[in-house]
């Protein structure tokens, strides 16, 4: 059964940075595409960032080009979200997910695999 992981969050400043860490088990993440997701209060859980199976595509939301990076490590079972630059409107809960494809934007597409995990805070304030 598929568990996600998250971890890494926690207070930063305005123009700080953040590395999210998604750990994964109970599959075999090498033929899937992985994800970054996030909601902020009162609001839906979007798509942040996805990268693709062989982690040579990924794609963005336009609000977190250029300032986050997403990766994997298959080898680790995990996989990553570097933010930089951080910006108060990037607080939010931060969750990671796994599903057959990239889709448009910085989500997935496909039937997700498994449940969200519990997530990780990210508060940018100074």
């Known amino acids: 059964q598929l568990q996600l992981v998250e971890s890494g969050g926690g207070l930063a400043q305005p123009g700080g940075s953040l590395k999210l860490t998604c750990t994964i088990s109970?599959?075999?993440?090498?033929?899937?595409?992985l994800g970054w997701f996030r909601q902020a209060p009162g609001k839906e859980r979007d798509g942040v960032s996805c990268i693709n199976t062989n982690g040579r595509a990924t794609r963005y939301i336009d609000s977190v080009k250029g300032r986050f990076t997403i990766s994997r490590d298959n080898a680790k079972s995990s996989f990553y979200l570097e933010m930089s630059r951080l910006k108060p409107e990037d607080t939010a809960v931060y969750y990671c997910?796994?599903?057959?494809?990239?889709?448009?934007?910085?989500?997935?597409?496909?039937?997700?695999?498994?449940?969200w995990g519990q997530g990780t805070q990210v508060t940018v304030s100074s």
């Open positions: 109970g599959i075999t993440m090498d033929n899937y595409a």
């Open positions: 997910a796994v599903a057959p494809f990239c889709g448009s934007g910085g989500t997935l597409a496909g039937n997700f695999v498994g449940s």
